[in-house]
């Protein structure tokens, strides 16, 4: 039986708008206040740094380049997101899902997986990795499909994963040493695909593909709604 999840479906939310929101919903999700909740959306041009980034190894952003640099509290490394990228911050309790985070991750990929099958790509894993990758084909290495770094507190989940749809993947190497891999290859659906996707066609396979891995069943939430959960009492729970 699925257990009962809200779903916010937003559009371009700024890096701290959107951070203080899941803040707000971990911590109501903590309290029992609101059910597990799972946040699509995209943001605008930024570079997160994680807990492990080394700054002056991995940012080397040019002068006059117009992103964002952000702290956060995922693991992980540096990584960038844009415009053209979808991404997933699930808002989940573990004591509902096995209180195993490596398993979280796994299921994570999975997702993303199934969501690439939907569009008739084969999205892998790497021993050793976590993100989704695409094989060696002409010439070519493995190449960085989707990106995953997560937070547990409390066995509440934030964070979650980025999917390259139809982004320029040129920061993910000339701006930083993305997830600090010196040698990777980024890619994104619409150069495998090799005709355009828009996040907006990806977002229903994605939407369907959490739902399956994490057995939920979503009721979604007016994208107004997302102001309700930014209150100061929630971010403090979730801080604890």
Not at 111 to 127: H, M, N, Q, S, V
């Amino acid at each position: 039986m699925r257990r009962g999840a809200y779903l916010l479906n937003l559009g371009l939310v700024p890096y701290a708008e959107a951070f203080e929101l899941q803040r707000s919903l971990a911590g109501a999700v903590s309290q029992g206040a609101i059910p597990e909740t799972v946040v699509f959306l995209e943001h605008p041009a930024v570079v997160t740094v994680g807990r492990r980034t080394e700054a002056d190894l991995e940012l080397h952003i040019p002068a006059g380049a117009d992103v964002e640099i952000a702290e956060t509290d995922r693991g992980g490394k540096s990584t960038f997101h844009g415009p053209g990228q979808l991404v997933c911050y699930p808002i989940l309790d573990l004591g509902n899902h096995g209180k195993d985070v490596k398993r979280y991750v796994r299921n994570l990929e999975e997702a993303l997986i199934r969501t690439l099958d939907a569009f008739e790509l084969e999205g892998l894993r790497y021993e050793g990795l976590t993100g989704v990758w695409m094989a060696p084909s002409g010439g070519q290495g493995p190449r960085k499909l989707a990106s995953i770094g997560v937070h547990v507190a409390r066995w509440v989940t934030t964070h979650g994963y980025a999917l390259n749809v139809g982004l320029d993947p040129a920061p993910f190497t000339e701006w930083i040493t993305a997830c600090g891999l010196e040698d990777a290859q980024f890619t994104t659906m619409t150069q495998e695909l090799g005709r355009p996707v828009a996040v907006e066609d990806v977002r229903p396979a994605a939407i369907d593909a959490v739902a399956e891995v994490f057995e939920l069943s979503f009721e979604e939430l007016p994208a107004d709604d997302a102001g309700l959960w930014a209150q100061p009492i929630h971010a403090s729970l979730a801080a604890r």
